[in-house]
């Protein structure tokens, strides 16, 4: 893979990276974010769940399906455990990604601290374009350029969610539906950008089919189930090709 022309190997002082990162940060996948937020603002409004509660929400979970359970559980008066526990699987599918891009955040001089800050940021557009990046940048660079990055994308997601909540009235309920589609397209794009070991598209197309065939389990386990079993497939699958090769 050939390192975004951007990003070089000189080495600079920490700030110099960190807005790095926020330069990256100023992307259509940031322009998806805001426009996703923008309908689950919308959705925290129409069920009258307090704005300050929404963006604390978005900056603590920042995972729009995780949150949508939140939201909606606390708005039907769910028990605040079965609750806790729907957010959980649900975000689950998140720990692979981060296990998948934690090494490279690591850094000559380890923070175990920072990088834990750094793991929060990992969802999906942290994720893919980490793996695209952080590779191509020195030790020392690599966890102020995924706070930049992640700090960015978080603050858009906040306006978002605060521009939504504020315009509600003037956005039909099925213009809101649609803001928050875009964000599994965008996701479905970029990981087709990336996507270049026949793995990769062997997880893309078992994903898709193991999809249809998961929805609506109890617990939300869904994306976790089709995740982690189109991700193991592909894999196995992979691995074969490579040995007949």
């Known amino acids: 893979m050939n390192a975004p022309p951007s990003l070089h190997p000189a080495h600079h002082a920490p700030p110099v990276y960190f807005l790095m990162g926020m330069r990256k940060a100023v992307s259509v996948p940031a322009l998806v974010l805001f426009a996703s937020y923008l309908g689950f603002g919308a959705v925290l409004n129409g069920v009258g769940f307090p704005l300050g509660a929404g963006v604390a929400s978005t900056f603590l979970v920042w995972a729009l399906p995780a949150q949508l359970i939140l939201i909606g559980g606390l708005a039907a008066g769910t028990a605040l455990p079965a609750i806790a526990l729907a957010v959980g699987l649900s975000s689950m599918r998140l720990l692979p990604m981060v296990v998948s891009v934690a090494p490279y955040m690591r850094g000559p001089r380890r923070s175990l601290f920072w990088e834990l800050v750094c793991a929060h940021f990992v969802a999906m557009t942290v994720w893919l374009e980490g793996l695209r990046m952080l590779p ?21 997601s906040c306006l978002g969610t605060v521009a939504g909540y504020t315009v509600a009235g003037e956005v039909p309920g099925w213009v809101a539906a649609g803001l928050l589609l875009l964000t599994p397209l965008s996701f479905t794009v970029l990981m087709v950008r990336n996507a270049t070991l026949p793995t990769d598209w062997l997880a893309l197309a078992a994903g898709f089919i193991l999809m249809p065939l998961t929805l609506n389990l109890a617990g939300g386990l869904d994306l976790m189930i089709a995740g982690i079993g189109g991700g193991t497939l592909a894999f196995i699958a992979g691995r074969l090709l490579e040995r007949r090769r």
Request: neutral net charge; proline residues 10%.
């Open 136 to 156: 191509h940048l020195p030790g020392e660079g690599r966890v102020p350029f995924t706070l930049g990055l992640g700090l960015s994308l978080i603050g858009v």
